[in-house]
């Protein structure tokens, strides 16, 4: 039997020995931040992608060995282990085929099978299976059993069938054989709930559909799944979709081959025939049916969560506008503007509520009262949310920058999404942080700092409330918690933290720290002063040289006493810096950012039974840029005036937005209207593609054509192929039906499209047909 690491290895075509280590450090409390960065000799330069699935697969593994000793325990306290079964159960390579072994042999409720078995009836079934001859009704007649219930021969032969049912349907190389057949050919079929058409018509996509059930992709999967929770759809297996109506299924000849039974017209091989069908549709149709929507379910869901997780880590990742004081503008139209200015540091300095819009319309006095914030605070930049009224606080601060322009020529607006902001002005986290304020003021701080810096503010959110997930509200809430925390902590620890600065949110995700410790630093920091250095933090309590360990190199600390703090070398190599230095004799303080020094330092004269050479060589990189950040610039788009709401597209349009979110089957871009438009997967590139992901990110700039307007619908049909050619017959804007009421509000760009059913067009269907498809319900659940 294989070693759990050497079943990992393989799986990730790497070396034995890098599982091993790696095992080693997780198991010792190492994190995989940490391991990523730090201890590369060990792992063999195993990034964080492979550790996360490395660290996945030994949960998964560990738990396979922990049930395989439990059923050899069960089976051997049976007296039924041999030496074969053994070596069957130590061979299996998945819960699944485990569970198969163990059937046989599983304490179960009594069954039919076993009732008859309990009357005597064991003996007939091997008498008929041995003389496929034999008079079976004569044989049958010599077991009745008038106190068992069996008091003709009609009910022994029903007995002793269920007897066979039972056994065969709990034979393991029979369920491979027949889940390996149905992998390859069952389809998956979906139909409308008899009466539900009209209620059920989001999912009109799906009233009659088909397709290969091993491959249905997640969106269309979780779709589905969805319409039967909900009750408007009805999910079945159909193991042989090309048979004809009355032919048995194949699935009974795997049964027929596997038992070796060659079966004639004979008394017996015909009652056999029924054993056979019967073991098929009432046994293993339904468990296999069950397990295979229920594996489908399981892909989609981790398929879905995978989505969710690069959307985040785009977003977390997403370049700062940096330490400029900033005001951040909540938009509304009734309740007013609310108005929140934080110096570059983040501190809250100034708050206000303004009233520019209808029905108050104080235009004039709300730039009066702007004009003055951005003057008494020098504000460099204006965050703005990106929901209700936007677009027309968008006019109001073009005006006041206007109207600023000599003596504030730096200032710069910018929509920002809100996403989140409002779970966070309600947590608990906020009201500590401003128990005085209102929950709407508090929004405003949070739109002002998240363009500040995107990753310090959202992780005060939890990342299910930032919505940039498909069918997030549909998968394991456990899994999706535990996959977005990964993100979170890797894009944190990847970036680095300011000890002196940061909040206990960010500070609990940097490797080796929790809560706890986080609140512990933060409350130190506040009675001692800010760190001079990272051997400070072992005065803080309760954060041990293990803590210590895993989180200093990940914290930064500006002017300090050791200028290595600034930068991501652990402390447990500054001796080793310190050397290179005297080496090249020079003072550290010199060697640090000297470009022509450190690329002339040649990495193998450093190395030490401690520091091999991807330390030195990742030393020397972050030597020469101390602290530098991995984000990229920071950009932002510029949506076109006059285009404010979606009566104001026409197809043709050639705009600029933000990719707001990305599934599989496209991404969504906000241009500005208060609703995302989509680009399906087929007008991302003139190249095939079967992942936008390859293409654009969450976050990204991008230019846009406006193929196709649904105003009645709220659906915007766009391209980033903006040569594309636009059908024609569709080049008419859909207005809303006459007189028709439109009881939906406008949604936010911030929502998160929760529900997509359409499938990927082919190549050659036009944009605006295979847009059809893709919107059939795209927008049909939208939740923030």
Known sequence: MQTIAQIIAQELNVREHQVTATIDLLDNGATVPFVARYRKEATGGLDDTQLRTLHSRLGYLRELNDRRQVILSSIQAQGKLTPELQREIDGADSK??????????????????????????????????????????????????????????????????????????????????????????????????????????????????NEPLAKVPSHRALAMLRGRNEGFLSLSMNADPGAEAGQGSYCEVIISEHLGLKLTDSSVDQWLKTVVTATWRIKIALQMETEFISQMRERAEAEAINVFARNLGDLLMAAPAGAKATMGLDPGLRTGVKVAIVDNTGKLVAHTTIFPHAPQNLWDKSIRTLANLVQMHKVELIAIGNGTASRETDKLAA????????????????????????????SELAALEFPELDVSIRGAVSIARRLQDPLAELVKIEPKSIGVGQYQHDVSQSQLSSSLEAVVEDCVNGVGVDLNMASVPLLSQVAGLNKTLAKNVVDYRDANGAFKNRKELLKVPRLGPKAFEQAAGFLRIRHGDNPLDMSAVHPEAYSLVETIAKTKQVELSSLIGNSELLRSIKPQEFITPEFGLPTVTDILSELDKPGRDPRGEFKTAKFKDGVEELKDLK??????????????????????????????????????????????????????????????????????????????????????????????????????????????????????????????????????
């Open 96 to 209: 699944t085929r485990l569970e198969d072994l163990y059937l046989p042999f599983k304490p179960k409720r009594r069954t039919k099978g076993q009732i008859a078995i309990e009357a005597g009836l064991e003996p007939l079934v091997e008498a008929l299976l041995a003389d496929h001859n034999a008079d079976i009704e004569a044989l049958a007649a010599g077991y009745l059993n008038l106190e068992a219930g069996f008091s003709d021969t009609k009910a022994v032969l029903e007995g002793a069938r269920y007897i066979l049912m039972e056994r065969y349907a709990e034979d393991a190389e029979l369920l491979r054989k027949v889940r390996e057949h149905l992998s390859q050919n069952s389809v998956l079929e979906s139909r409308v709930i008899a009466g539900k058409e009209k209620e059920g018509a989001k999912f009109r996509d799906y009233f009659e559909h």
């Open 399 to 426: 005006e006041l920058i206007a109207s600023l322009k000599d003596s504030q020529p730096q200032l710069t607006k910018v929509m920002v999404s809100e996403a989140g902001a409002s779970v966070y002005s309600a």
């Open 651 to 784: 197809p043709e349009m050639i705009l600029e937005g933000v990719v707001t979110n990305v599934t599989n089957f496209g991404a969504f871009v906000d241009i500005g209207v208060h609703q995302d438009g989509l680009v399906h997967i087929s007008s991302l590139t003139d190249k095939f593609i079967t992942d936008p992901h390859t293409v654009v990110k969450a976050g990204d700039v991008v230019k846009v054509k406006v193929m196709e307007v649904d105003v009645e619908r709220r659906r915007i049909g766009l391209s980033m192929r903006l040569d594309e050619a636009i059908d024609q017959s569709k080049t008419q804007t859909r207005a809303p039906a006459q007189g028709k009421h439109q009881a939906n509000k406008p949604n936010q760009q911030h929502k998160s499209a929760q529900h997509q059913s359409g499938r990927p067009a082919p190549k050659s269907v036009p944009v605006n047909a295979a847009m059809g498809n893709a919107f059939a319900d795209a927008f049909a659940k939208l939740k923030k």
